[in-house]
């Protein structure tokens, strides 16, 4: 396994001290011999994915350094969500169902492999993304390399455990309502949500709450991830109408510091650090009371309207218990309730353009408590799907996919237990350089983690 940056292992194949072979083969090695602790892969690449790191070798000796300018990720191993289509190996969607789709290559991967980077297999995720936790009927849960006895989070938890154990480079994920940035918050990466449809999302999601975006080690490589897979493409009609924002260039930035109610006296005593750091980079930082209405009950409703949408009653023996509960409450909304849930989503949009002529970043805990059990959906109050609060206990994730706005998950440090938690990040609509800008500042102060501890090979052991 490898802890390099992605930076670091291009100079290595630049430099033909490592060749990309070698460097698949160890991380394909690797996951066939920790993955069945970890559960963070539901398909692995064989063969093939050594015979494009083969022919990436072939084309470092031949045309040398100058390679990286047209291929920036040759030979650099990515994972890709089980959400997210994918032309070699198989989309499960974390579900017994079938998956209809065409088995092609999405836009953002197909992106990776034109930039050379090598997709080493699938990662776990609830079935259609459905819990912030990666639990499915279709694997065993995903575990948190920090504690194999937590949750990795979810529901891009398979990427997000992938990383921090050193299994790829970087991933792709999705967050529907905090699905990249729960699971970096808990095992200690970094997640980037950017703006709606910066990043194309295909097949589009008709409750335009969806996002893909990377997963890694660091803001920088998931700079360098982000800047592949972003553009317009014609499948996502909403990606090709461009996202805009006016540049802010403060070098001193307002940002306004939010506690969620619930935090943890650990996730806030860890969280504060980056509080201190940003105030002593000289930004005028306040702390301020969670500045708008919870929007869960809309958010709720949009989920389920959606997903009872796309669910047939024929379909119900082979879905996952939990989200048939959210179906079943769909299948009970008017269409009245359903538009009132969507203007509630735009009186938050309104709200927090207001917020954002005061502040420029807005920043808080991702996730007020430390990781949950490795088989649970939530924390005990949040744990029956019936109750329609499975996602309740993530406050300061879902509303940002409710407005679109661009918001990066990073590492804070650690709590006494050891265990990560997560600091985010989040700009006005379309500001992502921005954020991204600030993470990168700020994860420079306070440093990075230490490589998350080799408790797998402990356990196989």
Known sequence: MTSASIGDIRDLLARGELSAADHVQSVLTAIQKTDIELGAFVSVAGDEAVREAELADARIREEGPAVFDRQPLLGITVSVKDLIQTGDLPTAR???????????????????????????????????????????????PTRNPWDLELSAG?????????????????????????????????????????????????????????????????????????????????????????????????RRLRIGWIEFPGTSPEVRRVSEQGLDALAAQGHRVERIEVPFRDPYPALVDILAASDAAGTSPADEEWCDPGRLAIVRHGRTLSAATVMRAEEVRLALRTTLHQIFDRYDLLAMATVPIEPIDPHAIGPDWASRPEDLLWLAWTPAAYPFNMTGQPAVSLPAGLTRAGLPVGLQLVGPFGADDLVLSAARRLEADLGPLPAAPDRVTERIL
């Open 94 to 140: 974390g579900s017994l169902l079938e998956n209809r789709r065409p088995r092609a290559d999405a836009p953002s991967v197909a992106r990776l492999r034109a930039a050379g980077a090598i997709v080493i297999g699938k990662t776990t995720t609830s079935e259609y993304g459905w819990s912030a936790s990666t639990v499915s009927r279709v694997a065993p």
């Open 154 to 250: 979810g529901s891009s938890g398979g990427a997000a455990a992938a990383v921090a154990a050193g299994l790829g480079s970087g991933a792709l994920g999705t967050d529907g309502a905090g699905s990249i940035r729960i699971p970096s918050a808990f095992c200690g990466v970094v997640g980037y949500k950017p703006s709606f449809a910066k990043v194309p999302y295909v097949p589009a999601c008709a409750d335009r709450l969806s996002h893909q975006g990377p997963i890694a080690r660091t803001v920088p490589d998931v700079i360098e991830l982000a800047s592949v897979i972003t553009g317009g493409h014609p499948q996502d009609p909403d990606s090709m109408l461009g996202v805009h924002e006016l540049p802010r260039q403060r």
